[in-house]
């Protein structure tokens, strides 16, 4: 079976919702023509005005009679049915005329942009075959001598008699070129049933009628312009022609609405965002406003609703190889947290699919290809049958055995209630840094944002190197520095680290298409204007100048660095402070062992002068951390002597008290917390969770956990009635809570679940130790006020590794904790210092259970995984470079859904009785398991000696602050307190001790609940998931 290919399979059930939620066929006039359609529009209603820009008027009767006098003359110079004939003219009353006209000869009319340069219109006329192009004065001159030029404004006599022209609703009715993702022109053919299947479909939605004002937005050469032209003028209703000028003013725009009485109008996002901006309360006297054409903004859309809802506010979707729209939805309302604005359900007469890479119906929430189908299709790309057979394809998902799709190239999933969501262009992947990145996920996330009226994600090419720009334009009063901040945290809450765009550039509005759309490619060539403001004092030294320099590359914020400017102030963070260190051992010629002093040095002096004075002082030999004094973990471990806590005795003997059962949650934002909070909800083992969240509001909290939970593959509907959002910090005394809060949440809480911790492998223990040992010691004090509770405290099985270093092989769970002081890294150490404190509060009467997971991988069925993590690292770090250490690296994988699963499980039926758990895998693996995967899956990997993989991996990490490992290396690279071994040589097999797992066992053999062994099953399973995320190319792809 190929790697990444999943066994076709159709959930009978699902597939039955599907054909549901496509049957939308109506009545309509299937057989028609578009010119038999408004003829027959022309005899119901002539003395009706049909259609105005500005002072020029015409009837239906006297559209009608142009449109016939120019068909004639068309037909007397000799064109055939289905021929391409160009429209040469702007947005005007002569425009809609010749298109008319054009159909009514039998031909396909091709609209073409006045703007267009000379070349590209050449291009266009001849790839099309035009031979005969209605122009006027103005441009007619831009038109090849060798073809036949008709003046627009030409009076025709009419002969009275019928013109024997024969085509049917299967005949080409227009020609629009599209550049497609390459920017090659490509002419879709569309037949007369596609607009007829909107104009006159019978949606309910899209419904017009002769009482109708439909105001044309549209450049005639975007296919919405059909749906305005034909939607007003096959049912009667008048159409009025809006000028460029109008459009971007919004008191000149309010205006024409109001004196026109314009009642249905169709807007392109990139003008709707404009308009929501500055007049949100424009739209209120529409009865129908249709946005789309790009991803809509949700606080835009928010705003609309309450300053300026009109009748009905749709947000429509469609390529123009369906007829301009496949699906719309009709927005009623916008929740606080809805992060994206759905493109709805399929119009009349159309058909809308989600599907896998293998053909297969996606799952409700599975994000696949659209593939939509109908009447709308067009006929295939002119002069393109490859093309054509590519992307139309036979419907079998469908019941018409003759039908076809068209594979859209946008990515969609389902709700549980049919409504489509868009997830970005399939085309907009690109690949920096070795990761392939979906632009338009991005964007999706950045537009979700309160304060983001428009977002564009771009990748422009710089030096060696692609890099990840985007420009947001700003809503209410932010400024752009305190703007960029909270969105990279956002992006951080809801993506991998790999796709956060670095800079994030604020802007007041963005540069548009002529369609109305965001024009990326002008972005691409703007240059970055993120940063400081100008430095008031440039670097004196060489070796602040080159700080900088390094700071501008990593940072990307240009040459704007003075010497107080401040690394995390520029948006820095920990992944590119071990970045900063990788470079700076590369650019200085330092040994590797400094990266750690390098780190601790940027946390304690994060300017651009005290950075480098450190960087002096290494070089000269110098130890510039002499003073900083060692770490005594014993006395970091003594709990308040004066902590005192009633023993819990009426605490039900499974572990949860027997009413009430409300858990206060740390850590739910993390990997591990958001499967607690889903066994705990889901699993209805608690009542109500109150979760810890840092944010600026209980309503940002709850939008900030139901993202963690979309960003780990769990349902935000979690975050439910019965989970309430608690703004924190658990680094902050008292976990940033108020006194009142602080005693409210203790009086109501029964269970305590710690799981929140600041995980890095590189930061020294005194940058960790106030989330970790802090909110450790609040989190402490909260159980002991109030109301008698059970503390369950998140800790991990690296707090053995003292043991193993002090020549201890065996341990088991209930063993004490000791020797903290040969642990040597910052994050275990502030889990010993943690789980020695909680062990103190269990001595003194405080109900606990404390939980060591080891290896916490990815989720059983989906494999989605923090990507962000050591092991993952390493995966891709082989993956890519073809080279393994040879050395018994233990793999003790834990899946994070089984690790929560247990954990509650013990939480709500065992007693807490200060027992530890080792929550690892019975079935464990080493490294070379990994190996022998990739090269089964076609990656080439050679294994070598540990010590030469570390060499090559510290070389080339300081040659390439951006490779995976390169955060990592740290725990590669330094020595542990009082041993020969490396860090990560502690946790080699045969080093690390001995672990007992009695508790735990004994703590789930009543549980429904089997952790998968670690074999090729589940590393390929994890494989698949890298894959298929971005994290790592498939094999034999060019890197």
């Not at 049917?168 to 090659?184: E, H, L």
């Not at 997830?423 to 070795?434: F, L, N, T």
């Not at 949650?665 to 109150?690: I, N, S």
């Amino acid at each position: 079976m190929p790697f990444f290919r999943s066994d076709v399979q159709f959930d009978s059930d699902h597939e039955g919702r599907v054909r549901e939620w496509n049957r939308t066929s109506t009545g309509y006039p299937r057989t028609a023509t578009v010119p038999q359609l408004f003829a027959r529009q022309v005899e119901a209603t002539p003395e009706a005005e049909a259609v105005r820009k500005g002072a020029t008027r015409l009837t239906y009767a006297e559209l009608g009679d142009r449109v016939d006098r120019l068909a004639d003359h068309l037909v007397a110079l000799g064109v055939r049915p289905g021929e391409v004939v160009g429209v040469l003219l702007d947005r005007s009353v002569e425009c809609v005329t010749a298109i008319l006209a054009v159909m009514a000869a039998g031909g396909a009319y091709l609209p073409l942009d006045p703007e267009y340069p000379d070349r590209h219109l050449a291009d266009v006329l001849e790839e099309a075959n035009v031979r005969t192009v209605i122009a006027d004065d103005r441009d007619r001159s831009t038109v090849d001598d060798r073809l036949t030029v008709v003046d627009v404004a030409v009076e025709a006599e009419r002969t009275g008699a019928a013109r024997n022209v024969h085509i049917g609703p299967d005949d080409p009715a227009y020609v629009i070129f599209t550049s497609g993702s390459t920017g090659a022109p490509k002419g879709v053919v569309v037949p007369h049933r596609g607009p007829i299947r909107l104009a006159c479909g019978g949606d309910p939605r899209l419904r017009l009628s002769s009482d109708d004002v439909l105001l044309a937005t549209t450049n005639p050469t975007f296919d919405v312009s059909c749906f305005e032209y034909f939607g007003a003028l096959l049912n009667g209703a008048r159409l009025v022609l809006a000028d460029v000028a109008t459009l971007l003013d919004a008191p000149a725009l309010a205006g024409t609405l109001r004196a026109e009485q314009v009642s249905v109008m169709w807007l392109s996002a990139g003008l709707f965002h404009r308009m929501a901006r500055v007049e949100p309360a424009l739209f209120g006297s529409l009865r129908c406003l249709i946005a789309g054409g790009d991803t809509l903004s949700p606080e835009a859309v928010r705003q609309v609703l309450a300053h300026g809802r009109p009748g009905s506010f749709l947000d429509g979707y469609g390529p123009t190889e369906n007829s301009s729209l496949s699906t719309v939805h009709e927005v009623t309302e916008l929740g606080p947290d809805a992060e994206t604005v759905p493109i709805g359900t399929p119009v009349a007469n159309s058909t809308a699919y989600v599907v896998r890479d293998d053909g297969s119906l996606a799952d409700p929430g599975e994000t696949g290809e659209l593939w939509v189908g109908g009447d709308g299709l067009a006929l295939g790309y002119l002069g393109d049958p490859a093309a054509t057979r590519e992307k139309f394809v036979p419907d079998h998902l469908g019941p018409d055995p003759d039908g076809r799709l068209y594979l859209t190239g946008d990515l969609a999933r389902w709700r549980p209630d049919g409504v489509l969501e868009f997830a970005g262009r399939r085309d907009r992947q690109v690949k920096v840094r070795g990761y392939r990145i979906e632009l338009d996920e991005i964007e999706v996330h950045l537009s979700a944002h309160r304060q983001v009226r428009e977002a564009a994600v771009v990748a422009p090419r710089d030096g060696d190197h692609d890099r990840l720009l985007a420009w947001v334009t700003p809503h209410g009063e932010v400024g752009p520095d305190q703007l960029s901040w909270r969105l990279r945290e956002f992006l951080r809450d809801r993506l991998p680290e790999f796709m956060v765009p670095n800079p994030i550039l604020v802007r007041d509005r963005m540069p548009l298409t002529r369609a109305g759309k965001i024009d990326r490619s002008r972005l691409v060539h703007e240059a970055p204007q993120a940063g400081p403001a100008p430095a008031s004092e440039p670097p004196r030294t060489d070796r602040e100048r080159a700080v900088a320099r390094i700071w501008s590359t990593l940072l990307g914020v240009g040459d704007r660095i003075g010497r107080d400017t401040d690394f995390f102030a520029l948006g820095g963070h920990s992944l590119q402070a071990t970045r900063l260190a990788a470079a700076c051992r590369a650019e200085f010629r330092l040994p590797a062992a400094c990266s750690r002093q390098l780190i601790r040095g940027l946390l304690a002096n994060p300017t651009v002068q005290t950075f480098a004075a450190r960087i002096d002082a290494l070089v000269s030999g110098e130890d510039p951390h002499a003073d900083d004094g060692e770490v005594d973990f014993e006395a970091e471990a003594r709990l308040d002597p004066e902590f005192r806590c009633a023993t819990a005795t009426d605490l039900s003997p499974t572990g949860l008290p027997p009413t009430g059962r409300t858990v206060f949650l740390t850590g739910g934002t993390g990997f591990l917390g958001t499967y607690l909070l889903d066994a705990l909800v889901r699993g209805d083992v608690a009542d109500r969770v109150l979760c810890l969240v840092r944010a600026e509001d209980e309503q940002a909290g709850r939008r900030r956990l139901g993202a963690r939970l979309r960003r780990y593959g769990l349902d935000p509907a979690t975050v439910s009635d019965r989970v309430r959002v608690v703004v924190g910090d658990l680094a902050a005394p008292r976990l940033g809570l108020d006194g009142k809060t602080f005693e409210a949440v203790a009086d109501d809480v029964d269970t305590i679940l710690h799981s929140g911790s600041r995980v890095n492998f590189a930061y020294p223990y005194r940058a960790l130790e106030p989330s970790n040992v802090g909110g450790t010691r609040s989190a402490l004090d909260l159980a002991r006020t109030g109301r008698p509770k059970a503390f369950h405290h998140i800790s991990s099985i690296a707090v053995l590794a003292g043991f193993g270093a002090a020549g201890i092989r065996q341990v088991d769970e209930d063993t004490p904790l000791r020797f903290g002081d040969r642990i040597s890294l910052g994050y275990p150490e502030t889990k010993w210092v943690a789980e020695r404190l909680v062990a103190q509060a269990a001595d003194q009467g405080l109900a606990v259970g404390i939980h060591r997971p080891y290896e916490i991988t990815g989720a059983r069925d989906t494999g989605v995984w923090n990507t962000d993590t050591m092991m993952c690292a390493l995966f891709r770090s082989i993956a890519e470079t073809g080279l393994a250490p040879d050395a018994p690296l233990p793999l003790d994988f834990v899946p994070v859904d089984y690790t929560a699963r247990a954990i509650v499980h013990i939480l709500a039926n065992r007693p807490a009785e200060g027992h530890a758990y080792n929550v690892t895998n019975a079935r464990d693996a080493r490294l070379a398991l990994v190996v022998d995967r990739l090269r089964e899956l076609g990656y080439d990997v050679e294994t070598v000696p540990y010590d030469a993989w570390v060499e090559h991996m510290a070389d080339l990490t300081a040659r390439d602050p951006d490779q995976p490992m390169a955060p990592f290396m740290p725990i590669f690279l330094e020595s542990a307190r009082q041993s020969d071994l490396s860090v990560k040589e502690m946790y080699f097999a045969g080093t690390f001790p001995e672990f007992g797992r009695a508790n735990f066992e004994a703590g789930i053999a009543d549980a429904d609940l089997t952790c998968p062994p670690v074999d090729a099953d589940l590393i390929d399973k994890y494989l698949r998931y890298f894959v298929t995320s971005g994290f790592l190319e498939p094999p034999g792809a060019r890197r």
